[in-house]
Protein backbone atom coordinates (compact mmCIF):
# COMPACT_ATOMS: atom_id res chain seq x y z
CA UNK A 1 0.00 0.00 0.00
CA UNK A 2 1.38 3.43 -1.09
CA UNK A 3 -1.47 5.84 0.20
CA UNK A 4 -4.17 5.62 2.69
CA UNK A 5 -7.09 8.22 2.62
CA UNK A 6 -9.23 8.03 5.61
CA UNK A 7 -11.84 10.57 7.27
CA UNK A 8 -10.07 12.98 9.15
CA UNK A 9 -9.39 11.62 12.80
CA UNK A 10 -10.01 13.67 16.34
CA UNK A 11 -7.40 13.83 19.25
CA UNK A 12 -10.04 12.85 22.25
CA UNK A 13 -7.21 13.64 24.45
CA UNK A 14 -4.91 16.67 23.96
CA UNK A 15 -2.58 19.01 26.44
CA UNK A 16 -1.76 22.61 24.40
CA UNK A 17 -0.26 24.45 27.60
CA UNK A 18 -0.27 28.54 27.03
CA UNK A 19 1.88 31.39 26.20
CA UNK A 20 4.71 31.25 23.06
CA UNK A 21 4.56 27.27 23.33
CA UNK A 22 0.62 27.47 22.31
CA UNK A 23 1.03 28.47 19.07
CA UNK A 24 3.09 25.95 17.73
CA UNK A 25 2.24 23.06 19.41
CA UNK A 26 -1.84 23.82 18.30
CA UNK A 27 -0.46 24.10 14.51
CA UNK A 28 0.77 20.79 14.82
CA UNK A 29 -2.66 19.37 15.88
CA UNK A 30 -4.94 21.24 13.90
CA UNK A 31 -2.75 20.02 10.78
CA UNK A 32 -3.98 16.63 10.94
CA UNK A 33 -7.29 16.58 13.20
CA UNK A 34 -10.19 18.20 13.16
CA UNK A 35 -11.41 18.43 16.70
CA UNK A 36 -9.89 17.96 19.82
CA UNK A 37 -11.05 17.18 23.50
CA UNK A 38 -8.45 19.69 25.36
CA UNK A 39 -7.27 18.86 29.00
CA UNK A 40 -7.85 21.78 32.02
CA UNK A 41 -4.78 20.79 34.11
CA UNK A 42 -3.14 24.53 33.35
CA UNK A 43 -1.68 27.10 36.57
CA UNK A 44 -4.30 27.85 37.32
CA UNK A 45 -7.08 25.25 36.58
CA UNK A 46 -9.87 26.08 34.36
CA UNK A 47 -12.23 25.29 36.48
CA UNK A 48 -15.35 27.35 35.30
CA UNK A 49 -17.04 28.10 32.51
CA UNK A 50 -16.31 31.46 31.38
CA UNK A 51 -11.96 30.38 32.43
CA UNK A 52 -12.90 27.38 29.56
CA UNK A 53 -14.44 30.02 26.84
CA UNK A 54 -11.59 32.58 27.42
CA UNK A 55 -8.74 29.98 27.08
CA UNK A 56 -10.48 28.49 24.05
CA UNK A 57 -10.69 31.92 22.56
CA UNK A 58 -6.90 31.99 23.08
CA UNK A 59 -6.88 28.63 20.98
CA UNK A 60 -8.60 29.98 18.20
CA UNK A 61 -6.26 32.76 18.22
CA UNK A 62 -3.20 30.71 17.93
CA UNK A 63 -4.55 28.88 14.96
CA UNK A 64 -2.65 29.32 11.67
CA UNK A 65 -4.83 31.25 9.45
CA UNK A 66 -7.28 29.47 7.53
CA UNK A 67 -7.95 26.53 9.81
CA UNK A 68 -11.32 25.02 10.76
CA UNK A 69 -9.95 23.14 13.99
CA UNK A 70 -12.44 22.97 16.47
CA UNK A 71 -11.37 22.95 20.47
CA UNK A 72 -13.42 20.92 22.36
CA UNK A 73 -13.11 22.59 26.01
CA UNK A 74 -13.37 20.61 29.33
CA UNK A 75 -13.53 21.67 32.75
CA UNK A 76 -11.13 20.82 35.79
CA UNK A 77 -13.55 18.93 38.40
CA UNK A 78 -12.07 19.97 41.88
CA UNK A 79 -13.64 19.62 45.82
CA UNK A 80 -15.27 22.83 45.11
CA UNK A 81 -17.03 21.77 42.09
CA UNK A 82 -20.75 22.46 42.26
CA UNK A 83 -24.58 20.86 40.75
CA UNK A 84 -24.81 24.93 39.21
CA UNK A 85 -21.42 23.95 37.53
CA UNK A 86 -22.87 20.68 35.95
CA UNK A 87 -26.04 22.73 34.62
CA UNK A 88 -23.96 25.51 32.68
CA UNK A 89 -21.67 23.01 31.12
CA UNK A 90 -25.11 20.79 30.38
CA UNK A 91 -25.76 24.11 27.94
CA UNK A 92 -23.00 25.05 26.88
CA UNK A 93 -22.26 24.13 23.47
CA UNK A 94 -18.06 24.65 23.50
CA UNK A 95 -17.78 22.56 26.36
CA UNK A 96 -17.81 18.91 26.50
CA UNK A 97 -16.85 16.87 29.75
CA UNK A 98 -15.37 17.57 33.28
CA UNK A 99 -11.38 15.76 34.27
CA UNK A 100 -11.24 13.98 37.17
CA UNK A 101 -7.26 14.11 38.38
CA UNK A 102 -6.98 12.62 41.88
CA UNK A 103 -5.14 14.91 43.58
CA UNK A 104 -0.88 14.49 42.86
CA UNK A 105 -1.47 12.04 40.36
CA UNK A 106 -0.02 13.82 37.06
CA UNK A 107 1.38 17.39 35.59
CA UNK A 108 -0.69 20.11 37.78
CA UNK A 109 -3.07 18.02 39.61
CA UNK A 110 -2.77 19.62 43.07
CA UNK A 111 -6.29 21.21 42.86
CA UNK A 112 -7.36 17.59 41.87
CA UNK A 113 -10.21 15.33 44.22
CA UNK A 114 -8.77 13.62 47.19
CA UNK A 115 -11.56 11.55 48.32
CA UNK A 116 -13.69 10.07 45.33
CA UNK A 117 -16.64 10.00 47.81
CA UNK A 118 -16.85 13.08 48.52
CA UNK A 119 -18.12 14.03 45.10
CA UNK A 120 -20.76 11.74 44.35
CA UNK A 121 -23.58 14.24 44.33
CA UNK A 122 -21.70 15.91 41.82
CA UNK A 123 -21.26 12.76 39.40
CA UNK A 124 -25.20 12.12 40.64
CA UNK A 125 -26.12 15.82 38.62
CA UNK A 126 -22.98 14.89 35.90
CA UNK A 127 -25.33 11.64 35.23
CA UNK A 128 -28.39 13.26 35.11
CA UNK A 129 -27.28 15.90 32.96
CA UNK A 130 -25.48 13.75 30.38
CA UNK A 131 -22.29 15.29 31.14
CA UNK A 132 -19.34 12.84 30.67
CA UNK A 133 -16.85 12.35 33.42
CA UNK A 134 -13.27 11.76 31.70
CA UNK A 135 -10.46 10.15 34.37
CA UNK A 136 -6.99 9.77 34.85
CA UNK A 137 -6.80 6.78 36.32
CA UNK A 138 -4.43 6.21 39.51
CA UNK A 139 -4.60 6.31 42.65
CA UNK A 140 -1.79 8.15 44.45
CA UNK A 141 -1.06 6.33 47.63
CA UNK A 142 2.51 6.49 49.15
CA UNK A 143 2.73 3.03 49.67
CA UNK A 144 1.38 2.06 46.16
CA UNK A 145 3.43 1.11 44.01
CA UNK A 146 3.86 2.88 40.46
CA UNK A 147 3.26 0.10 38.33
CA UNK A 148 0.31 -0.80 40.16
CA UNK A 149 -1.47 2.59 40.14
CA UNK A 150 -3.69 2.14 37.42
CA UNK A 151 -4.89 -1.37 37.76
CA UNK A 152 -5.58 -0.76 42.10
CA UNK A 153 -8.01 2.74 41.08
CA UNK A 154 -9.97 0.29 38.91
CA UNK A 155 -10.10 -2.18 41.95
CA UNK A 156 -10.63 0.48 44.75
CA UNK A 157 -12.39 3.40 42.96
CA UNK A 158 -13.65 2.79 39.36
CA UNK A 159 -15.74 -0.30 39.72
CA UNK A 160 -17.73 1.24 42.45
CA UNK A 161 -18.23 4.60 40.55
CA UNK A 162 -19.58 2.39 37.63
CA UNK A 163 -21.83 0.42 39.74
CA UNK A 164 -23.34 3.52 41.75
CA UNK A 165 -23.85 5.69 38.02
CA UNK A 166 -24.77 2.94 36.05
CA UNK A 167 -25.96 5.69 32.83
CA UNK A 168 -23.05 8.02 33.88
CA UNK A 169 -20.64 8.69 30.43
CA UNK A 170 -17.08 7.79 31.54
CA UNK A 171 -14.06 8.08 29.51
CA UNK A 172 -10.88 5.79 31.31
CA UNK A 173 -8.08 7.93 29.77
CA UNK A 174 -4.69 7.23 28.59
CA UNK A 175 -5.11 3.44 29.33
CA UNK A 176 -2.27 1.50 29.93
CA UNK A 177 -2.48 -2.12 31.01
CA UNK A 178 -3.81 -5.68 30.33
CA UNK A 179 -6.47 -4.93 33.27
CA UNK A 180 -7.49 -1.48 32.19
CA UNK A 181 -8.75 -3.24 28.66
CA UNK A 182 -10.46 -6.22 30.50
CA UNK A 183 -12.61 -4.03 32.79
CA UNK A 184 -13.90 -1.26 29.77
CA UNK A 185 -14.69 -4.37 27.72
CA UNK A 186 -16.20 -5.77 30.69
CA UNK A 187 -18.69 -2.65 30.99
CA UNK A 188 -21.44 -1.13 28.94
CA UNK A 189 -21.39 0.78 25.78
CA UNK A 190 -21.19 4.53 28.49
CA UNK A 191 -17.57 3.37 29.51
CA UNK A 192 -14.65 4.24 26.81
CA UNK A 193 -11.46 4.57 26.88
CA UNK A 194 -8.30 6.86 24.82
CA UNK A 195 -5.04 4.93 23.83
CA UNK A 196 -1.71 6.95 23.09
CA UNK A 197 0.67 6.74 20.78
CA UNK A 198 3.17 5.59 23.32
CA UNK A 199 1.81 3.33 25.68
CA UNK A 200 1.36 1.01 21.90
CA UNK A 201 4.71 2.09 20.81
CA UNK A 202 6.55 0.98 24.13
CA UNK A 203 7.06 -0.67 26.50
CA UNK A 204 8.65 -0.09 29.87
CA UNK A 205 11.75 -0.95 29.06
CA UNK A 206 12.22 2.21 26.14
CA UNK A 207 12.31 4.14 29.42
CA UNK A 208 14.60 2.81 31.91
CA UNK A 209 17.33 0.01 29.40
CA UNK A 210 20.62 1.64 28.85
CA UNK A 211 19.78 5.08 30.75
CA UNK A 212 17.22 7.24 31.72
CA UNK A 213 15.01 8.19 28.78
CA UNK A 214 13.09 11.40 29.79
CA UNK A 215 11.05 11.90 26.87
CA UNK A 216 9.69 8.28 26.94
CA UNK A 217 8.67 9.53 30.54
CA UNK A 218 4.77 9.71 31.05
CA UNK A 219 2.56 9.35 33.25
CA UNK A 220 0.65 6.88 33.70
CA UNK A 221 4.08 5.16 33.28
CA UNK A 222 5.13 2.93 30.60
CA UNK A 223 4.25 -0.90 31.56
CA UNK A 224 5.50 -4.25 30.61
CA UNK A 225 4.97 -5.92 27.53
CA UNK A 226 2.24 -7.93 28.04
CA UNK A 227 0.13 -4.69 28.89
CA UNK A 228 1.41 -2.96 25.47
CA UNK A 229 0.03 -6.32 23.68
CA UNK A 230 -3.61 -5.91 25.47
CA UNK A 231 -3.56 -2.01 24.27
CA UNK A 232 -2.67 -2.93 20.68
CA UNK A 233 -5.20 -5.54 20.64
CA UNK A 234 -7.76 -3.32 21.97
CA UNK A 235 -7.14 -0.52 19.64
CA UNK A 236 -6.68 -2.38 16.50
CA UNK A 237 -9.44 -5.29 16.69
CA UNK A 238 -12.36 -2.54 16.15
CA UNK A 239 -14.00 -2.23 19.30
CA UNK A 240 -15.42 0.72 19.31
CA UNK A 241 -15.20 1.42 23.03
CA UNK A 242 -11.59 2.15 22.54
CA UNK A 243 -10.44 5.26 20.48
CA UNK A 244 -7.46 7.60 19.71
CA UNK A 245 -6.54 10.29 22.49
CA UNK A 246 -2.84 11.20 21.97
CA UNK A 247 -2.17 12.83 25.58
CA UNK A 248 0.49 14.67 23.98
CA UNK A 249 1.73 16.96 26.45
CA UNK A 250 4.51 19.53 25.97
CA UNK A 251 7.45 20.57 28.00
CA UNK A 252 10.31 22.92 27.22
CA UNK A 253 13.19 20.44 26.72
CA UNK A 254 15.15 21.46 29.54
CA UNK A 255 12.31 20.83 31.80
CA UNK A 256 12.54 17.32 30.24
CA UNK A 257 15.93 16.88 30.67
CA UNK A 258 16.77 18.22 34.39
CA UNK A 259 17.02 16.16 37.62
CA UNK A 260 13.32 16.17 38.21
CA UNK A 261 11.81 15.54 34.69
CA UNK A 262 7.84 16.54 33.37
CA UNK A 263 5.93 14.13 32.96
CA UNK A 264 4.31 13.98 29.17
CA UNK A 265 5.47 13.25 25.86
CA UNK A 266 4.98 15.32 22.89
CA UNK A 267 3.25 13.45 19.49
CA UNK A 268 1.01 15.85 18.25
CA UNK A 269 3.75 16.62 15.36
CA UNK A 270 2.97 13.22 13.63
CA UNK A 271 -0.09 11.13 15.75
CA UNK A 272 -1.18 9.94 13.08
CA UNK A 273 1.60 8.46 11.48
CA UNK A 274 2.42 7.33 14.77
CA UNK A 275 -0.65 5.46 14.96
CA UNK A 276 -0.66 4.04 11.31
CA UNK A 277 3.14 2.62 11.91
CA UNK A 278 1.39 0.69 14.75
CA UNK A 279 -1.69 -0.21 12.48
CA UNK A 280 0.76 -1.47 9.72
CA UNK A 281 2.39 -3.73 11.89
CA UNK A 282 -0.26 -5.58 13.13
CA UNK A 283 -1.77 -5.50 9.58
CA UNK A 284 -4.87 -3.24 10.49
CA UNK A 285 -4.87 -0.63 8.50
CA UNK A 286 -8.21 -1.35 7.41
CA UNK A 287 -9.36 -0.25 11.34
CA UNK A 288 -7.16 2.47 12.02
CA UNK A 289 -10.07 4.77 10.28
CA UNK A 290 -13.04 3.65 12.45
CA UNK A 291 -10.25 3.63 15.86
CA UNK A 292 -9.27 7.52 14.61
CA UNK A 293 -12.17 8.84 12.82
CA UNK A 294 -15.39 7.33 14.05
CA UNK A 295 -15.59 5.98 17.21
CA UNK A 296 -14.53 8.67 19.47
CA UNK A 297 -17.39 10.78 17.99
CA UNK A 298 -20.11 8.80 18.41
CA UNK A 299 -18.85 8.21 21.63
CA UNK A 300 -19.45 11.72 22.50
CA UNK A 301 -22.85 11.78 20.59
CA UNK A 302 -20.66 14.36 17.67
CA UNK A 303 -21.24 14.07 13.83
CA UNK A 304 -18.36 12.21 12.34
CA UNK A 305 -16.13 14.49 9.76
CA UNK A 306 -16.52 14.44 6.44
CA UNK A 307 -13.43 15.98 5.35
CA UNK A 308 -10.30 13.02 4.81
CA UNK A 309 -6.27 13.10 5.45
CA UNK A 310 -3.99 11.17 2.70
CA UNK A 311 -0.82 9.36 4.30
CA UNK A 312 1.65 8.30 1.79
CA UNK A 313 4.24 5.40 2.03
CA UNK A 314 7.45 7.76 2.44
CA UNK A 315 10.39 7.91 4.84
CA UNK A 316 11.09 10.67 6.86
CA UNK A 317 13.13 12.13 9.69
CA UNK A 318 11.52 13.18 12.86
CA UNK A 319 13.42 17.14 13.36
CA UNK A 320 15.46 17.15 16.97
CA UNK A 321 13.45 19.97 17.87
CA UNK A 322 10.10 21.88 17.49
CA UNK A 323 9.88 25.37 18.42
CA UNK A 324 11.50 28.82 19.19
CA UNK A 325 14.84 29.23 20.50
CA UNK A 326 13.69 29.78 24.41
CA UNK A 327 10.77 27.36 24.32
CA UNK A 328 11.90 24.46 22.25
CA UNK A 329 10.29 20.75 22.43
CA UNK A 330 11.60 17.89 21.74
CA UNK A 331 9.37 15.11 19.95
CA UNK A 332 8.94 11.68 20.51
CA UNK A 333 11.13 9.05 18.69
CA UNK A 334 13.18 12.81 17.69
CA UNK A 335 16.27 11.98 15.62
CA UNK A 336 14.44 8.85 14.00
CA UNK A 337 12.66 7.97 10.84
CA UNK A 338 9.59 7.26 10.34
CA UNK A 339 7.33 5.29 7.45
CA UNK A 340 4.08 6.97 6.83
CA UNK A 341 3.64 11.01 6.18
CA UNK A 342 0.25 12.72 5.81
CA UNK A 343 0.14 14.75 2.61
Not at 4 to 18: A, E, F, M, S, Y
Not at 26 to 35: D, E, L, P
Not at 265 to 274: G, Q, T
Request: some cysteine; glycine content about 4%.
Amino acid sequence: MKTLTIIQPDDWHLHLRTGDILETVVAHTSRQFKRAIVMPNLKPPITSVVEALTYRHQILQALPQESEFEPLMTLYLTNQTTIDDIKQVAICEFIHAFKLYPAGATTNSDAGVNDLTVIYPILEAMQQYHVPLLIHGEITDEACDIFDRERLFIERHLTDIVKEFPTLKIVLEHVTTEEAVQFVESTPANIGATITPQHLLFNRNALLVGGIHPHHYCLPILKREKHRQALVKAATRGNPKFFLGTDSAPHITNLKESACGCAGCYSAFAAIELYTEVFEKEKSLDKLEAFASFYGADFYGLARNTQTITLEKKNWEIPSQYGRQENLITPLKAGETLSWKMK
